[in-house]
């Protein structure tokens, strides 16, 4: 099954193709809302070369919904299928008020339960940073959301006169002999401090035999050398949302 999967963040939005279970003709437009309507309808364009069944959307900023799908129908001819708790997906959702979990975790515990398996966490490395929680029976029942790496260095340089910005990634000194230097430090090896107690604490719940997942565009940077036994996966997400389009599909057969 193909299809154009869309996923709208608040710092950018992906696009790609999920056939089959894999995903491929990955592209990224700058910002949550549509700036740039051209380079999006070119994306679509692109992903849904060859033919598509359908498209998906994915979005945690639902003032561009509406964008989205007159985009979608205006390229593809079809409204895509908008992400939300109550449609057919790989996981059980026992929330209080399901309505308030955004696309993007739904996705990612529904694809990291059709890769990974249950019990699972997914640490999410975006503009926030989310932990999801599966349990053995399937069940999404919430989480852990902190703030992303891109705001701590961010509010850093916004909020102090003298330091600069500093964006996360690169090679991290063992002493900070200058700013831009001490910032790394901070950011990345205090950022792994965080999240060795968040997944700590959930782990007194849970127990050990969880499986650990980390997506997002910081994973990789962030979990290097972490010391915990974590899968790193930078697809999740827009693999989980195809996965969603897919099951979505068969149910209507």
């Known amino acids: ?48 070369k060859g033919g ?11 003032a561009t919904n509406p964008l989205w799908r007159t985009l979608v129908m205006r390229e593809l001819g079809c409204t895509p299928l908008v992400v939300r708790a109550g449609i057919p997906m790989a ?32 640490a999410d490395f ?18 852990v959301i902190a703030p992303g790496l891109p705001l701590m260095t961010d509010y850093l340089h916004e909020r102090t006169a003298l330091l600069p910005h500093v964006a996360p990634g690169g090679a991290c000194p063992k002493i ?16 792994r401090g965080m999240v060795r107690e968040i997944v700590g604490y959930l782990l007194q719940t849970l127990g050990p035999d969880v499986t650990l997942v980390g997506t997002g565009g910081f994973a990789r940077w962030v979990l290097t050398g972490i010391g915990m036994p974590f899968v ?21 057969k």
């Open 176 to 191: 900070g002999r200058s700013t831009r230097g001490a910032i790394q430090i901070g950011a990345r090896i205090g950022y």
């Open 52 to 62: 598509v069944c359908g498209a998906v959307l994915g979005s945690v900023v639902p």
């Open 126 to 143: 975006g503009t926030a940073l989310t932990f999801d929680i599966v349990t053995p029976a399937r069940g999404y029942i919430g989480g």
């Open 91 to 122: 996981v059980a959702i026992d929330y209080p008020d399901p309505r308030t979990i955004g696309a993007d975790r739904l996705a990612n515990a529904a694809g990291g339960v059709v890769k990974y398996g249950a019990p699972l966490i997914v």
């Open 232 to 252: 790193i996966d930078p697809h999740l997400t827009v693999f989980g949302l195809g996965t969603i389009f897919e099951q979505n599909a068969e149910s209507k």
């Open 1 to 48: 099954m193909r299809c154009v999967v869309i996923d709208v963040g608040n710092t950018s939005t992906s696009l790609a193709l999920y056939v089959d279970g894999r995903v491929s003709r990955f592209a990224h437009v700058a910002g949550g809302v549509v700036k740039n309507p051209d380079a999006c309808a070119a994306a679509v364009r692109r992903a849904a």
